[in-house]
């Protein structure tokens, strides 16, 4: 039976090329959006011709009742092959620490920290259950099922690595997401397996031109744009390997090891004329 991985924000940017990645790997693909209809659908039409199943799953990640409405609808079609959650989805609201919207702030922890806990908590659940039966039953019929733990996978970002004031709350709830991994790992072993990806600029987002992000992209070690499809393959690196928990990749051409006084893309003109 093929495994299915659900991914958050899965329909565009860096969701829609790990949904690729699961794909041809020969997952099935749950494609969460939430405004993204079209995207999504369209996504799961191209997933579907590469042979896999695939589903689109809409919902709001800030409240508790959405996220278990998008949990429970994806459960419904996987049952106990949802193996794999990719907590991709992200708020990304520009503020400062000395002036941040309280709201604003909130709704940033609850989307990029809040929802990658809960659906930890129901995929360990949903798991918990069938593990112990199988440990239960023959030696042989345990080892028949033998393959890695589900997992859960955070998608973070270098800053967390290289900090700056900018984005403060985006910034403060990824903090919160890095700590979490190993904490969450700790907290739902033997059950799952909890991993991170930590990318580094990847697509122009918020105030940013075209020309400002052609030059961000190139300010890391490695002085090229990042691969997103590098990203991607990497999460489904951490979900098929059996022995990795509690561990963040860096898939950022070294970016935080460059460290700047505020965002690249408030910095990029004085960092390529320095
Ligand atoms: N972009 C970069 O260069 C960069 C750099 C470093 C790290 N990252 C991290 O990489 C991940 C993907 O980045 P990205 O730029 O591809 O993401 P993005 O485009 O900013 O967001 C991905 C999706 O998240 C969904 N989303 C946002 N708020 C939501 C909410 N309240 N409820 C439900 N869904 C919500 C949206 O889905 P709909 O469109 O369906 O509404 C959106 O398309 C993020 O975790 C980000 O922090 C990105």
Redesign the pocket.
Known sequence: MRSWALI??G?????REIGLAFARAGWNVAC??????E??QALCAELRALGVDALAVQ????DEASCQRIFDTTVATTGLALRCVVN?????VPDEGDSFDEAQAL?QLK??LMAPMRFGKWLAKLHANSQQATKQSTPEAASASHQPQPSVIH?????VYNLNPDYFS?TLS?LALERAVSLQAQSLAPTLRVNAVA?????L?GPQTQDNFNRAAQANLLRQPINPADVASSVLFLAQNASITGTTLRVDNGQHLVPLARDVMFVVEELFKS
Not at 11 to 15: N, Q
Not at 59 to 62: N, R, S, T
Not at 199 to 203: A, K, N
């Open positions: 958050t924000g329909s565009v940017r860096l969701g969460h959006y939430n405004r993204s209809g995207q999504a919902g709001e990640l800030e991709n989805a992200s708020l990304f709704a989307v990029n998608v973070l970002d270098q800053k985006y990824k990318p580094g600029l990847m697509y987002s």
